[in-house]
T-cell receptor, first 111, second 112 residues
Framework: RKEVEQDPGPFNVPEGATVAFNCTYS??????FFWYRQDCRKEPKLLMS?????NEDGRFTAQLNRASQYISLLIRDSKLSDSATYLC????????????WGLGTSLAVNP | DGGITQSPKYLFRKEGQNVTLSCEQN?????MYWYRQDPGQGLRLIYY???????QKGDIAEGYSVSREKKESFPLTVTSAQKNPTAFYLC???????????FGNGTRLTVT
C-alpha cells in the first residue's frame, strides 16, 4: 500500500458542480496535512492546510478524519479556473519530518 | 516581494555535462528542499537541508549534489552520473517543520 494515495481521476464536472476528493494515508503518526493545486507545467501552490476540526476557505472545505486516516477536499460551485491537479501532502513525525506527496487528482471543469 | 527564486526557467545541456540549478530565497526559511517531477509521476525528494552547512539525501540523491553555505541559497548540481536528468526540478522552503512548503517556479532541464 502506498503511503499516500489519491484517486488519479480525471474528474470531469460541469461548471457549478460540487466535487470532492479524498486522500488516504498509512502512517498514523502523521502530524500535518496540506492540499496543493498544480497547473500544467507549473509549480505546486498551497491551496490550504487541513486542520483537525476542518476548515473552509471560500468555496473550498478541507476535512481530516484521523480514525480512518484520510483527508478530503470539497470544492463547491466549480469554476473553469479550478481545472488543475490537486495534490495532498502528509507531514510525518520523526527525525526528518518527511513530507509524503500523493500523485494528485486531475480535475477538469467544463463549460 | 518575498519568495523562492529558481533560475533559469529552462536549461538545455549535452549529455555528460554537469549543470547547476540555482535556488535563492528571502523568506528566512531554515529548511530547503529539492524535488524532481517527471510526467505522470509525483514529486520525488532529491536533497533537503534543515540548516546552513547541513543537508541530507532524499529518496533519489544519486547523481546529484547540493551545498548550503548560506541560508538564502541552496544550489543543486546535476552531475553526469545522473542517468535520466531530463525533468522538472522544484526548489522549496518552509518556515518550521509543520509548515507547508513554498515552491519556486521550477527549472525545466533537458539533456540531450
Amino acid at each position: 500500500r502506498k503511503e499516500v494515495e489519491q484517486d488519479p481521476g480525471p474528474f470531469n464536472v460541469p461548471e457549478g458542480a460540487t466535487v470532492a476528493f479524498n486522500c488516504t494515508y498509512s502512517n498514523s503518526a502523521s502530524q500535518s496535512f496540506f492540499w496543493y493545486r498544480q497547473d500544467c507545467r507549473k509549480e505546486p501552490k498551497l491551496l490550504m492546510s487541513v486542520y483537525s476540526s476542518g476548515n473552509e476557505d471560500g468555496r473550498f472545505t478541507a476535512q481530516l478524519n484521523r480514525a480512518s486516516q484520510y483527508i478530503s477536499l470539497l470544492i463547491r460551485d466549480s469554476k473553469l479556473s479550478d481545472s488543475a491537479t490537486y495534490l495532498c501532502v502528509v507531514n510525518y513525525a520523526g527525525n526528518n519530518r518527511k513530507l509524503i506527496w500523493g500523485l494528485g487528482t486531475s480535475l477538469a471543469v467544463n463549460p | 516581494d518575498g519568495g523562492i527564486t529558481q533560475s533559469p526557467k529552462y536549461l538545455f545541456r549535452k549529455e555528460g555535462q554537469n549543470v547547476t540549478l540555482s535556488c535563492e530565497q528571502n523568506l528566512n526559511h531554515d529548511a530547503m528542499y529539492w524535488y524532481r517531477q517527471d510526467p505522470g509521476q509525483g514529486l520525488r525528494l532529491i536533497y533537503y537541508s534543515q540548516i546552513v552547512n547541513d543537508f541530507q539525501k532524499g529518496d533519489i540523491a544519486e547523481g546529484y549534489s547540493v551545498s548550503r553555505e548560506k541560508k538564502e541559497s541552496f544550489p543543486l548540481t546535476v552531475t553526469s552520473a545522473q542517468k535520466n536528468p531530463t525533468a522538472f526540478y522544484l526548489c522549496a522552503g518552509r518556515a518550521t517543520y509543520n509548515s507547508p512548503l513554498h515552491f519556486g517556479n521550477g527549472t525545466r532541464l533537458t539533456v540531450t
